[in-house]
T-cell receptor, first 113, second 115 residues
Framework: GENVEQHPSTLSVQEGDSAVIKCTYS??????FPWYKQELGKGPQLIID?????GEKKDQRIAVTLNKTAKHFSLHITETQPEDSAVYFC????????????FGTGTRLTIIP | ETGVTQTPRHLVMGMTNKKSLKCEQH?????MYWYKQSAKKPLELMFV???????ENNSVPSRFSPECPNSSHLFLHLHTLQPEDSALYLC??????????????FGEGSRLTVL
């Protein structure tokens, strides 16, 4: 089955700096890669996703890049703000239409004011 | 507010108790999920229901018993649990087979502590 590894497990950055979280996956058939943000006391919420037919996707201050050859994808957050503090999860799915996601272990991001 | 409501938010139970977790979604979705979230582990998929039919049981011990009476409600019945079952249990929903966009809509979770 699919295995998703996520690094780092914790990350602290100064407010205004950039943050990068990286994930690798094992199943070369995976073709959908979402990122979820989980704030304290809340459930995870989708913030951005990318499909295997594109290499990069941006949405304001967040972006995701995908390298299918190397089987890794990354979340980039620029101009970080205190409200970006949360746990971030990457995930992978091996078939769009198959409603199963394999999640990474999460990254606790702390923005230092 | 994600449209997925879980109750209770916190539950403490002994190993011989029987309790239930409830999930309700107001999004008109047809698929519902139970996930287990433990510290420093990936979210673990437990069960999937599509149109009230169970389509996934991820080798979950029988002390966890799901029930999906309709597409809007999902229960997780708990009995004879072990301390290692203490975790955050997350319910999620999605449009369902044929309407899958890739996004799961999660509730805020039920924090379970087994003494």
């Amino acid at each position: 089955g699919e295995n998703v590894e996520q690094h780092p497990s914790t990350l602290s950055v100064q407010e205004g700096d950039s943050a990068v979280i990286k994930c690798t996956y094992s199943d070369s058939a995976s073709n959908y890669f979402p990122w979820y943000k989980q704030e304290l006391g809340k459930g995870p919420q989708l913030i951005i996703d990318i499909r295997s037919n594109v290499g990069e996707k941006k949405d304001q201050r967040i972006a995701v890049t995908l390298n299918k050859t190397a089987k890794h994808f990354s979340l980039h957050i620029t101009e970080t703000q205190p409200e970006d503090s949360a746990v971030y999860f990457c995930a992978a799915s091996n078939n769009f239409g198959n409603e199963k996601l394999t999640f990474g272990t999460g990254t606790r991001l702390t923005i230092i004011p | 507010e994600t449209g997925v409501t879980q109750t209770p938010r916190h539950l403490v139970m002994g190993m011989t108790n029987k309790k239930s977790l409830k999930c309700e979604q107001h999004l008109g979705h047809n698929a519902m999920y139970w996930y287990k979230q433990s510290a420093k582990k990936p979210l673990e998929l437990m069960f999937v229901y599509n149109f009230k039919e169970q389509t996934e049981n991820n080798s979950v011990p029988s002390r966890f018993s799901p029930e999906c009476p309709n597409s809007s409600h999902l229960f997780l019945h708990l009995h004879t649990l072990q301390p290692e079952d203490s975790a955050l249990y997350l319910c999620a929903s999605s449009p369902g087979t044929g309407g899958w966009t890739g996004e799961l809509f999660f509730g805020e979770g039920s924090r379970l502590t087994v003494l």
